[in-house]
């Protein structure tokens, strides 16, 4: 039997269809620049926030490293005053 093809233009419709489905991938593609879009904001958004999250760390860090020093300061001054009470 022989195989016999149908010309897809000879169906009823089918530019309609054909219509159709170039009008969704063009839908889909707007969808996804849009994404791509909306992607790019969150990374540089969360690329923001580390660099913030960084500077308060730092600033942390900074202000422990001068709270210890004052509190090694401060035990110094104290052993220092002690040994002169016991002295004198």
């Known amino acids: 039997m022989?195989?016999?093809k149908?010309?897809?233009s000879a169906i009823p419709g089918v530019e309609n269809i054909k219509k159709l489905y170039e009008d969704n991938a063009g839908r889909v593609g707007q969808l996804?620049?849009?994404v791509g879009k909306a992607h790019t904001?969150?990374?540089?958004y969360g690329n923001t926030q580390i660099d913030e999250m960084n500077e308060?760390?730092?600033?942390?860090?900074n202000y422990f490293n001068d709270l210890a020093a004052?509190?090694?300061k401060l035990s110094v001054d104290s052993f220092k005053k002690s040994v002169d009470?016991?002295?004198k």
Request: glycine share 4%.
């Open 70 to 72: 004052g509190w090694r």
């Open 2 to 4: 022989a195989e016999t």
């Open 6 to 8: 149908t010309d897809a």
């Open 85 to 87: 009470t016991i002295s």
């Open 56 to 61: 308060v760390l730092k600033t942390q860090f």
């Open 41 to 44: 904001k969150w990374i540089e």
């Open 32 to 34: 996804f620049d849009e």
